[in-house]
């Protein structure tokens, strides 16, 4: 059975920082690329970064690069999201998913944790 398990989130002031794990199982995590949705409430989900967890590269938008660090650690079989300069905007739910390719990873998701930026 596949296995999403976030956590880290909570609450923090406006330029602070917070750094989410992405504990995976049920499937074969080396093939896969992990990614790091939020949404917001009343907005679309967005995905902000990814990684390929069998040779590391990752993927930002703008808004997030330069603040957000995907990175994997394979052997715990885990994906962390390391989160600085935090902004009140940033608050959301966030999530990770799993799939073949960053441009395919919706195919396993886990329940999300919350992050809430106050101003």
């Known amino acids: 059975e596949v296995h999403l398990v976030e956590s880290g989130g909570g609450l923090v002031q406006a330029g602070g920082s917070l750094r989410l794990s992405c504990e995976a199982s049920?499937?074969?995590?080396?093939?896969?690329?992990i990614a790091w949705f939020r949404q917001a409430p009343g907005k679309d989900r967005e995905g902000h970064s990814c990684i390929n967890t069998s040779d590391g590269r990752t993927y930002y938008i703008p808004s997030v690069k330069g603040r957000f660090t995907i990175s994997s650690d394979n052997a715990k079989h885990t994906v962390y999201l390391q989160m600085n300069d935090l902004k009140p905007e940033d608050t959301a739910i966030y999530f990770c998913?799993?799939?073949?390719?960053?441009?395919?990873?919706?195919?396993?998701r886990g329940q999300g944790t919350q992050v809430t930026v106050s101003s």
């Open positions: 998913v799993a799939g073949p390719k960053c441009t395919e990873v919706d195919k396993y």
């Open positions: 049920g499937f074969n995590f080396d093939d896969y690329a």
